[in-house]
């Protein structure tokens, strides 16, 4: 009887989900970006202006999403997610990382996670404003690490193949101070012979560390399998016991598929496959294919300052990102998506950090950067946009006298030592930075700490820059 009873109960509630999702008042929107791009951070300031948003605010921090400036959202609330496997986006703990002393950025992405707003307005077109003084959208975000989505297109690749694309990249994995211990230790096996377990984690560490310090240490972004960098639920299991065979042609692919079942080749091999069809493909799945809308976050400053070869590797990342929306819609993983991603946003995040005079750049510099790929985003009618925002602003801005000349400067709190600074960070590539940019660089961006916040209860605890912008390209058509 009881577990009659749990399954009429696991119907109502599958039965709500499909109510909801047929009569459109629910919307799954994703979020995610490459490494330190702010995730949490944004999604951190977008709920906090949601929270504080309604009637009784007339839209004055938001005046660009309609529903608020035309006076028709009655307000936002939390409510409880409809995913009970998915761990909860920690909004309660951001928020007191960002308020207490000293301000602090939200522990960043590690896992997918979940959360649930209802948001209640009243409709002023269509069959709903004849029926009903107040809808509610249920809008669900999901937050999961760019990472993961990098690797997409190893599900068109085999084990040689993943090898290979690995092995061009063999001049980054050198900059790592591991990377001579991990290819000496491939070098010591004999890969026809019987795999040994300790032996191929041993390995595994090794490449592991390589891909982290390339990553943390050295500014790169194109890091494969993912999870080694981030691997969430699965740190420690076996199938993450996986490394590329670096410097192997294809006749010594052909020889090493003569070797034995339970070789060391063999091993990786069905490893590789187990990742592929295990952990990557279940995740889209399981959650890529549910997403309505997706915004991708991108932090155009940080390569600036590293280098040409860490913002070349950030737009070979970011081609990837959307070459996988495009690769998600055709032949081999048109199974696992249906058509329903119809907005993309690519948001250039920080734009705090340099001054006002140079936000129009880093917009171009965006445009740029995803142009020749944005062909793959605008699959199935998918609408594609891009923005400059800011989701917690940490910086003012005021005007300087320098050699008799005023330049506009931006003034925020050093990150690490905690100093306050005024600066003008530099001007910003309109376009994809030719190599005389390289040579004379001259951009200064550095990591500005959370201001104090503002304590009243009537307004939003954080400013922001256009997120009214992206609520409106995001939730503006659902919300007439």
């Not at 309660?92 to 209802?118: C, F, G, Y």
């Not at 494969?224 to 670096?246: C, D, I, K, S």
């Not at 602003?393 to 006298?401: D, F, I, P, Q, R």
Request: proline residues 4%.
């Amino acid at each position: 009887m009881a577990s009659f009873k749990q399954s009429l109960k696991k119907l109502g509630k599958n039965t709500q989900a499909v109510a909801l999702r047929t009569t459109d008042r629910n919307l799954r929107l994703a979020v995610t970006g490459l490494a330190g791009a702010g995730k949490t951070a944004f999604i951190t300031g977008l709920v906090n202006q949601l929270l504080h948003s309604g009637i009784a605010e007339t839209g004055s921090q938001l005046p660009l999403w309609r529903v608020a400036r035309d006076s028709r959202l009655y307000g936002v609330k939390r409510d409880l997610q409809p995913d009970l496997t998915i761990p909860s986006f920690n909004y309660d703990a951001a928020i007191q990382s960002l308020v207490n002393e000293p301000q602090t950025w939200p522990v960043s992405t590690r896992n997918i996670s979940e959360l649930r707003l209802a948001i209640k307005y009243r409709p002023a077109k269509g069959l709903l404003s004849k029926l009903t003084d107040s809808a509610t959208l249920y809008l669900d975000i999901v937050d999961y690490p760019g990472e993961w989505l990098l690797d997409l297109p190893m599900l068109k690749q085999s084990f040689q193949q993943w090898s290979v694309s690995q092995s061009t990249r063999k001049q980054v994995f050198q900059r790592s101070k591991h990377f001579e211990a991990f290819s000496e230790a491939i070098n010591s096996i004999d890969l026809t012979c019987a795999a040994d377990e300790l032996k191929l984690q041993e390995i595994t560490d090794l490449y592991q560390r390589v891909l982290q310090d390339c990553v943390s240490n050295h500014g790169f972004y194109y890091a494969q399998p993912g999870r080694l960098l981030l691997p969430g639920e699965l740190e420690g299991t076996p199938v993450l016991a996986l490394f590329p065979l670096l410097n192997i042609d294809e006749s010594g692919f052909q020889s090493l598929e003569q070797s034995i079942p339970n070789s060391f080749y063999h091993t990786l091999k069905q490893r590789y496959y187990e990742y592929v069809n295990r952990v990557v493909k279940p995740f889209y799945q399981d959650y890529f294919a549910k997403f309505d809308r997706q915004i991708v976050l991108v932090d155009c400053f940080t390569p600036l300052n590293r280098g040409r070869e860490q913002f070349d590797d950030m737009k070979s990342a970011l081609h990837a990102v959307i070459e996988s929306f495009h690769f998600g819609q055709s032949s081999l993983l048109k199974r696992l998506f249906s058509p329903k991603i119809d907005k993309l946003l690519f948001a250039a995040s920080k734009v705090d950090h340099v001054t006002r005079d140079q936000q129009g750049n880093v917009l171009s510099l965006l445009t740029q950067l995803i142009q020749q790929s944005q062909q793959f985003a605008k699959f199935e009618g998918c609408e594609v946009e891009t923005m400059a925002i800011s989701a917690i602003k940490s910086t003012s801005h005021g005007m300087v006298k320098q050699d008799g000349k005023e330049i506009e400067v931006v003034r925020g709190t050093e990150l690490v030592n905690r100093q306050a600074v005024t600066l003008f960070p530099g001007e910003v590539p309109k376009s994809l930075p030719s190599a005389d940019f390289w040579d004379k660089q001259g951009f200064e961006f550095i990591n500005f700490a959370p201001t104090n916040q503002r304590n009243s209860r009537s307004s939003a605890d954080f400013e922001h820059i256009r997120l009214d912008h992206v609520l409106q390209f995001l939730l503006g058509d659902k919300l007439k």
